[in-house]
């Protein structure tokens, strides 16, 4: 953590001051004066890229700043001074950063050099043209009502609490009590829950009607025909479109729910019941105990380093930068956030990994991703650009799922030999698990914006349908009511619209890894890291293709993978 917050530049600057506090505006100000100014000077294509080098380096130098600031608050909640120092990023600096940046932006978008950069600028040249098109000023105000909104969301949903065993308890924490092999705590717990947030369903459903007012406004004004056609181009989903997502919904509804539907037929077998319900769907069907793989820390880093060093000598060592330089927080203890994260300090160039390690399986899995997530932040680092040091989201998570796949066969150096096949299994079951949740979450969002006149009524009917086509076969009889309401906990949906099927294109791209991994694993490394070493800077169709994947989510590709999948199931079978 020390050594983190020391670590060098990885380039010298040439622009910036060494001496300059990136949180005093004042300090700033001359700074983007001088951005300003130097781009209306440029005569050339050669003075934008000059341009763009200075301006990389003062984007890199502020998230580094506002990263530093978020990991210290993170790893020490109950250190005032670290949250104020944070605070101050997000409510002072921050806001008066963006719109100085997005006039830079405009300044660059209608500069006729811009036009004649060299083709390694086309994605980043897209990416502004695209952010400039979309700004209107009368939009600002309504993003704030939505963010305003969105924080309700949050208060409504972490305010619900139930009390079981004697105690209250938040619906995260109540929710493990589905992993126990007792039923009859099962149920009630369950039910607890179900009743808890059906006393809050019409205040949900109120703000979601909120929230599509205000979004379809949003899409209008910037001269959009529906909130989904702006969403695509505003998270610049270039590569690929709406009718794209419907198919792979298609996809999954014919290749993916059957195995779902067939694990589920299994569980219940192995239950020994005549019907699943719903409180039957998270518990091990085995009744197994839960995983320990390890004690400390010191020993998830050490085994989890053994297994990236056999799988490939250049991923050991860059285990071994985030190990020697202390990129890492792993402790569960007082005072720290929740949760687990990756972060780049884009300055530095490196990455740092933030965990609550307690030495429970889903330890490992956190680890396995999120250095999945680090060693794309290592292999990019020489892109020139900052903003071509990060990749979309759809290929980002195909570095880190892809790795857990990637390294699933190793997890003997924490398990024995009937332990790993069922981490294994487990694992994979998860990701057919996932694919239907997933199209129900996105198909639901393309018929809402593309019917913004519906009523209460249709929307729930709409849902219900979309339970028919990807659900599970457990009964909710006596259960209507929540049944019709389950998106309600799923926060994409009011947060973060149309942002769930990243990861479902992800998922393809890294079992995609994993069945090429399969027949020839030394290859197979050779293009993850030829593809994570590109970052951000060619579209995604690239980027996939660089790691000898294809950037598809037609039957073509899902139909051979799901019988992988199967047949993998099999073997790991026990
Ligand atoms: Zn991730």
Same mark, same amino acid.
């Given at each position: ?292 793989? $390890? ?58 990994? $933030? ?220």
């Amino acid at each position: 953590m020390l050594k983190a917050m020391q670590t060098s530049h990885f380039a010298p600057r040439h622009f910036l001051p060494e001496t300059i506090d990136l949180t005093d505006t004042a300090q700033l100000a001359p700074v983007f004066d001088q951005l300003s100014a130097k781009l209306d000077a440029v005569q050339s294509s050669a003075d934008v890229e000059a341009w763009l080098r200075d301006h990389s380096e003062v984007s890199a130098a502020l998230g580094e700043s506002s990263s530093v600031a978020y990991i210290a608050m993170t790893c020490q909640t109950d250190d005032e001074a670290k949250e104020k120092a944070y605070m101050h990023i997000v409510e002072v600096v921050d806001p008066w950063l963006k719109p100085r940046q997005f006039a830079l932006m405009q300044k660059l978008a209608s500069s006729p050099f811009f036009a004649q950069l060299p083709p390694l600028y086309d994605v980043f040249r897209r990416s502004v043209e695209t952010q400039v098109k979309l700004y209107r000023e009368e939009n600002v105000a309504r993003e704030t009502a939505v963010a305003k909104l969105t924080q309700q969301y949050q208060k409504i949903s972490g305010a619900m609490t139930v009390q079981f065993d004697g105690q209250e308890q938040t619906l995260p924490r109540i929710s493990r009590v589905q992993e126990e092999p007792d039923r009859a705590r099962r149920e009630a717990a369950w039910k607890l829950v179900a009743e808890r947030r059906r006393q809050d369903a019409d205040k949900l459903e109120e703000l979601y009607g909120q929230l599509l007012v205000l979004r379809n406004e949003i899409a209008h004004a910037a001269g959009f025909a529906d909130f989904r056609a702006y969403t695509f181009a505003s998270y610049e989903r270039f590569d690929y479109t709406p009718e794209d997502c419907l198919r792979f919904h298609d996809a999954v509804e014919h290749h993916i729910v059957p195995l779902a539907r067939e694990l589920q037929e299994e569980r219940r077998k192995k239950l020994g019941l005549d019907r699943l319900r719903p409180w039957d769907l998270a518990v091990d069907p085995d009744q197994n105990p839960p995983l320990h793989p $390890f004690k400390e820390s010191p020993e998830l880093l050490a085994k989890c380093h053994e297994i990236f060093a056999t799988l490939d000598p250049r991923l050991g060592e860059y285990y071994h930068v985030l190990r020697s330089q202390e990129l890492v927080d792993l402790d569960n203890r007082k005072g720290k956030a929740p949760g687990g994260y990756q972060s780049t300090l884009p300055e530095s160039r490196v990455p740092f990994i $933030f965990m609550n390690a307690v030495g429970a399986h889903r330890d490992v899995e956190v680890m396995l991703h999120e250095a999945g997530h680090a060693f794309h932040a290592l292999a990019s680092r020489e892109q020139p650009l900052h903003a071509y040091r990060s990749a979309p989201i759809e290929f980002c998570e195909v570095a880190s799922m892809g790795m857990e796949l990637l390294a699933a066969p190793h997890l003997g150096a924490f398990y024995d030999e009937n332990e790993a096949k069922r981490a294994q299994r487990d694992h994979l079951e998860g990701i057919i698990k996932f694919f239907p949740w997933m199209a129900t979450v996105d198909a639901f969002q393309h018929w809402i914006y593309t019917h913004p006149t519906h009523t209460r009524e249709e929307r729930t009917a709409f849902w219900l349908s979309l339970m028919d086509r990807f659900g599970g076969t457990e009964d909710w009889s006596g259960f209507a009511s929540a049944r019709a309401n389950l998106w309600h906990r799923q926060l994409h949906i009011f947060e973060i619209p149309f942002y769930y099927v990243e990861y479902g294109i992800a998922q393809l791209g890294a079992l995609q890894l994993w069945q090429a991994s399969r027949r020839d694993l030394p290859a197979t490394l050779d293009h993850y890291l030829k593809g994570l070493s590109l970052g951000g800077s060619r579209p995604l169709p690239e980027l996939f293709e660089a790691s000898g994947l294809k950037f598809d989510f037609t039957d073509k590709t899902i139909a051979p993978l799901m019988r992988n999948v199967k047949d993998a199931l099999l073997e790991l079978a026990c």
